[in-house]
Nanobody
Framework: QVQLVESGGGLVQAGGSLRLSCAAS????????MGWFRQAPGKEREFLSA????????FYADSVKGRFTISRDNAKNTVDLHMSFLKPEDTAVYYC??????????WGQGTQVTVSS
């Protein structure tokens, strides 16, 4: 099993930046691809980005491509999401996930990001 804890959420003005971090414990971190998702009120959970186990391959949803950057540190068991040029529509609860292939195995508890206009 993997336990995931997100941090770094908060309130930011439109156009600003924020870095989310996810700390993993339990099973071997490098066994998993990692991803970030978000869920806005009244909407379904949305895929944002993923990174493979080695960190050499990354993937982004069109909605965040060019604005968000995913990275991981297998020595520290962390995966980060650096978000820039934030928009009010980026307001959501952001979740970290451990993936087996492309299938989500474990979720974090989420961290709130609010972007004010």
């Amino acid at each position: 099993q993997v336990q995931l804890v997100e941090s770094g959420g908060g309130l930011v003005q439109a156009g600003g930046s924020l870095r989310l971090s996810c700390a993993a414990s339990g099973d071997t971190f490098s066994n998993y691809n990692m991803g970030w998702f978000r869920q806005a009120p009244g909407k379904e959970r949305e895929f944002l980005s993923a990174i493979n186990w080695s960190g050499r391959s990354t993937f982004y949803a069109d909605s965040v491509k060019g604005r968000f950057t995913i990275s991981r540190d297998n020595a520290k068991n962390t995966v980060d999401l650096h978000m820039s040029f934030l928009k009010p529509e980026d307001t959501a609860v952001y979740y970290c996930a451990a993936l087996a292939g492309s299938t989500t195995q474990y979720w974090g508890q989420g961290t709130q990001v609010t972007v004010s206009s």
